[in-house]
C-alpha cells in the first residue's frame, strides 16, 4: 500500500492564511448563538446573550484547538500503523463502510 504524501500539495500556501480561513470561518454565527442574542435582547438582558456567545466562542475554540492538537500529535502513529497493516485496516474500513450503508437503508425503509 501506498502512503501519500499531501505535505507538498500544501508548502506552498503560506501559513498566514490559514489563520485567516480560521478566523473568516469564526465570523460565521452559530443559529443558536443568534437565536440567543435575540431571545436576551428581546426579554431586556442583552449582557446574558454576549456571555452566552462568549461561552460558545471559547468552546468552541477549545474543541478545535484539542482536535487540531491531537490530529498533530496523532500522525506519526497514524502513518506507521499504515505503513504497516495498511492492507488490513483498508479491509476492516471497507466492512464499516458497508455496514454503515446497510444500516442507512434498514433506516431509511422503517
Wanted: aromatic share 6%.
Amino acid at each position: 500500500m501506498t502512503v501519500v504524501n499531501l505535505g507538498s500539495a500544501f508548502s506552498s500556501v503560506p501559513s498566514n492564511s490559514w489563520v485567516a480561513v480560521g478566523f473568516v470561518a469564526g465570523l460565521i454565527p452559530c443559529p443558536l448563538t443568534l437565536f440567543m442574542m435575540v431571545l436576551a435582547v428581546t426579554l431586556g438582558i442583552p449582557q446574558a446573550g454576549v456571555a452566552f456567545a462568549g461561552a460558545m466562542a471559547i468552546g468552541v475554540l477549545l474543541t478545535l484547538t484539542v482536535v487540531a492538537l491531537a490530529t498533530v500529535l496523532a500522525r506519526g502513529t497514524v502513518t506507521l500503523l499504515m505503513e504497516r497493516f495498511g492492507a488490513s485496516i483498508n479491509s476492516v474500513a471497507r466492512i464499516f463502510d458497508g455496514l454503515a450503508g446497510c444500516l442507512l437503508i434498514t433506516v431509511a425503509l422503517a
